[in-house]
Structures are given as structure tokens and as C-alpha cells.
């Protein structure tokens, strides 16, 4: 008979990597830029009108790969090839903030944080991919304590030189900023490429170039 314990299964998965080597040339973007626009949203950040904007820094853009990769092999087991599709920078000045979103057309999706300062930058939110089948399906039972198993947001405070992870699917959003200081990160989309999967599920990007 087993003792008392927490099983967790299906977790979703958020990567943090620390990236060691110098990036600081995307400071130096000077890009043009299209304000978000939700409607009854309030004041909307800002994203490049460059969407492949990491085809302009093919070293910055090989070191992200490469750490994906590292990701992909180590985390979740996976043996393929993958390349970046779309890339692009984001602004967040005083007063803005993005809705709650996520990514189509892609497999996982990053986040990097390459600008100088984020003390009192605004909150990067992802949403439990659980949490309209709770609340629609669910009791509406609110826990006295949050735990892992229980959380319907995670919240992570941007640093510099950070790379986030996730799957596409995860929906996310930044909270109001409240700083003087511009809130910069470099967002760019992974899919597979090559061979991958068998027998009537196979396919292979080469099929169709």
C-alpha cells in the first residue's frame, strides 16, 4: 500500500535559461514599431514592425536555437531538427500592458530579456491551460493557499540576459508596467523541421520545397 504522496502528471513546462554570452547588439535596435491594438484594452504595448527581425542578427539568433535545442533534448526527449520562424521586438513604456494571448503556426515559443534594467518592470503572466475547462466544467472553489497544484497563473518578474520557454499553446499577457524605464524582450516562435513523426502522423518539410 503506497504512503500518503502528490502525483503530478501532464505538467506543463516553462523553461528558464541564463544566457551567458554577450548580446547587448539588440540594444542598439532602431527598428520601427506598431502599437498593439485590442479593443477595450486600454493602452496596448509596442512590437517591430520587423517580424523575422532575428534575420538581421543570425549570431543572436543561433545562440537562442541552440538553447532550445539543448532544451528540447534534455527536458523533453525530443531528437529533431528545429528552426525560428517569426521574431520580433516588444515595448512596454508607462501605462501599457498586452492582453492575454498565444501563439498559432508553432510548436514552442521564447522570450528574451536583452534590455539593460528591469527593476519595476511589469510582470510577465502565463494562464493555466486548465483554466476554462475549470471554470466551465468545474466548482468554483477558491484554495486558501496557492500551490503548484492549484494555480490558475503563473507570474515571473523579467531579468536581463533571461530566456523563457514555453509551449505555444500557453497563453500569456503583460501586466500594466509602471516603471519610466522601457520594458525590452526579444519574442521569436520555434517549429520542427526535417523528418519527424511515423507512419500515417510522418512528415517531412523537404516534401514541399
Known amino acids: 500500500m503506497m504512503s500518503n504522496s502528490v502525483f503530478s502528471t501532464f505538467g506543463t513546462s516553462i523553461g528558464f535559461v541564463k544566457i551567458e554570452e554577450n548580446t547587448d547588439i539588440l540594444q542598439t535596435y532602431e527598428g520601427q514599431w506598431n502599437q498593439n491594438y485590442v479593443p477595450d484594452h486600454g493602452k496596448c504595448s509596442w512590437g517591430s514592425k520587423d517580424m523575422r527581425v ?20 534534455d527536458v523533453l526527449g525530443l531528437n529533431c531538427d528545429f528552426t525560428i520562424s517569426t521574431s520580433w521586438m516588444t515595448k512596454c513604456e508607462k501605462g501599457e500592458s498586452s492582453p492575454l494571448h498565444s501563439h498559432a503556426n508553432c510548436f514552442w515559443s521564447g522570450i528574451y530579456y536583452y534590455g539593460e534594467k528591469y527593476c519595476k518592470s511589469s510582470l510577465l503572466v502565463f494562464e493555466n491551460p486548465l483554466t476554462n ?77
Do not use: C
Not at 532575428?54 to 533534448?73: G, N, R, V
Not at 533571461?162 to 516562435?189: E, G, M, Q, V, W
Open 133 to 209: 475547462y475549470i471554470r466551465d466544467y468545474g466548482f468554483s472553489i477558491h484554495p486558501e493557499v496557492s500551490t503548484p497544484y492549484n494555480k490558475m497563473e503563473e507570474m515571473i518578474t523579467p531579468h536581463k540576459n533571461i530566456l523563457i520557454l514555453f509551449p505555444s499553446y500557453l497563453k500569456h499577457k503583460i501586466l500594466t508596467h509602471d516603471s519610466n524605464i522601457p520594458r525590452y524582450s526579444l519574442a521569436f516562435n520555434i517549429v520542427p523541421v526535417g523528418n519527424y513523426g511515423v507512419g500515417d502522423s510522418q512528415y517531412d518539410t523537404k516534401w514541399f520545397t
Open 54 to 73: 532575428l534575420e538581421s542578427y543570425p549570431q543572436i539568433k543561433k545562440i537562442l536555437l541552440d538553447h532550445f535545442i539543448s532544451f528540447s533534448s
